[in-house]
């Protein structure tokens, strides 16, 4: 490699998941769509954006031909080049310290000196693993090499072991096409791929550190030749349907899709430009979530646990997720502070795979009504977190009602300005403000602690925001208590409860 093009001295190695984070955040940032390949299916795109600023694996479902494939092999162009040492199938990093390096490389006292390093293209940091029922053991993790066997190495030697599809997603993509095809018992070996980031081979006695994303899509229960995806494994994959896109959308993709002689077939062989990577702290989440949808979305994840509608309930690792693409919601808006709807959102995505309808609310003939019952259940989950959100404002409930209307009628525009104007209203927002100041956490960041400790510093942008989403949780409350007239909230997002 041209030292010109690359500095081993300044350079310092990122996670994917960093990686692909830092790319959508550039791109939201100055206005692009970061998946400009997939044309129309907002919501589908969307979702799979906020599983990747949350650091999670999207897993894709729908009937064949949606264009699953397609989406997952645009994410590489959200990948940048990076640098590897040479020949390795591993993609190793050239400044890994020696445990996380392969077995090739580990066994050299100097890997960059005696191999070199190389650029790997995005488009060529994917692994694909096509799922079906002889997909077994070898084709997931590797087998051994006959011939360095023969050769005279013992076969417990790592350096026997050719690493086959999840060692070769190492620092890329990983994905599994038709996931439930794949045997049950061979898919736990996914586990602690995704859990501990590790690939477990144990007839070396051997653990591989491993940095990977794994996409993975496949077709809902109730088609040829599907397995269940085991319940561990669906608690770490984050489902979301891809629907057939409309009319006009897919006269779109027949065009840009139709055969055509273009230069760009052997795009990914040429040598990449290096590109300049970013520090940890351009990485930091700057979104800010306020107490009470913190509150929420825990609220509406524990409802899980004694709805009628749902056999199947959410995990801790499930109310976890919920709240990270709560954040991402808001980043993908471009918001300071997250708002009940983009609590709604990170709901949806988190407990999609997660829940499960009782089997008589279920049908199998047409999967989208089944997944419109679930987002209908998690989206009455968060309704009745309302009820049971642990704060009473004291407030008197007909002059809030009519400060809350005439303020409708004013417009939602500079309600920070406004609030004086609305004695009732603003008494309730201080209130929200002063009830923060009991529920700091030494795990909040220090700008959400500010929204509590120094609501004077926030600037008006932060603090407009802030407003909106308490505007929105009183209404909310409101309602639910008969303070107000739920016709009131037309102009802010009020969760429904299930009505079927």
């Keep these: 490699m041209n030292s010109n093009t690359f500095d081993l001295e300044t350079y310092q190695p990122l996670p994917i998941a960093y990686q692909l984070r830092h790319s959508i955040l550039e791109k939201i940032r100055r206005g692009e769509d970061p998946l400009p390949d997939i044309q129309g299916r907002e919501g589908v795109k969307d979702d799979v954006l906020r599983a990747l600023l949350s650091g999670a694996h999207p897993y894709l479902v729908s009937e064949e031909g949606t264009g699953k494939t397609r989406l997952a092999r645009s994410l590489t162009k959200l990948l940048p080049p990076i640098p590897a040492i040479k020949g390795c199938s591993y993609h190793d990093d050239p400044k890994w310290p020696t445990d996380f390096l392969c077995p090739r490389c580990r066994a050299s006292t100097d890997p960059v000196r005696e191999f070199g390093v190389e650029l790997i293209p995005g488009e060529r940091r994917f692994s694909r693993i096509q799922g079906n029922e002889y997909t077994n053991e070898a084709k997931l993790l590797g087998l051994k090499d006959i011939q360095a066997i023969a050769q005279g190495r013992s076969p417990a030697d790592p350096l026997v072991f050719s690493g086959t599809g999840i060692f070769r997603a190492n620092r890329g993509l990983l994905f599994v096409d038709e996931l439930p095809a794949i045997r049950t018992k061979v898919q736990v070996i996914l586990h602690p791929v995704l859990e501990e980031k590790r690939a477990i081979l144990e007839e070396y006695h051997w653990e591989h550190p491993l940095d990977l994303v794994l996409v993975a899509t496949g077709n809902p229960q109730g088609f040829a030749h599907v397995n269940e995806v085991s319940r561990p494994l669906l608690d770490r994959l984050e489902l979301i349907y891809m629907h057939l896109p409309d009319s006009e959308v897919e006269r779109e993709i027949i065009l840009k899709e139709k055969f055509r002689i273009t230069d760009d077939h052997y795009q990914s062989m040429r040598q990449p430009a290096m590109p300049s990577y970013p520090s940890i702290a351009e990485l930091q989440r700057r979104t800010m ?32 997720k919920a709240l990270d693409h709560t954040y991402a919601s808001a980043e993908l808006e471009k918001r300071e502070v997250t708002s009940t709807r983009n609590a709604y959102c990170g709901l949806k995505l988190a407990l999609r795979g997660r ?19 679930t987002d209908e259940v998690v989206e009455d989950l968060l309704c009745n977190a309302f009820t049971n959100l642990a704060f009473q404002f004291e ?36 209130q929200m403000t002063k009830a923060g100041r009991d529920r700091i956490s030494n795990d909040l960041s220090d700008a959400e602690k500010g929204l509590y400790l120094r609501p004077d510093d926030l600037d008006q942008a932060t603090l407009e925001q802030l407003n909106i989403s308490a505007l ?26 299930i009505k079927w």
């Design 289 to 320: 979530a306020p107490w009470w949808i913190i509150d929420l979305v825990n609220g509406a994840a524990r409802q899980s646990r004694s709805c009628r509608w749902l056999d199947k309930k959410a995990s801790i690792r499930g109310t976890t």
């Design 355 to 373: 829940l499960g309808l009782r089997a008589d609310l279920m049908d199998f003939d047409n999967p989208w009504e089944g997944f419109k019952r």
């Design 395 to 430: 407030a008197d409930g007909e002059r809030l009602g009519e400060d809350i209307t005439a303020l409708f009628s004013d417009g939602l525009e500079n309600i920070t300005a406004k609030l004086g104007q609305y004695e009732e209203l603003a008494s309730v927002i201080g």
């Design 472 to 497: 929105e949780t009183v209404v909310n409350i409101g309602i639910h208590r008969k303070l107000i007239d739920e016709s009131i909230g037309e102009k802010v997002f009020i969760p429904k409860l």
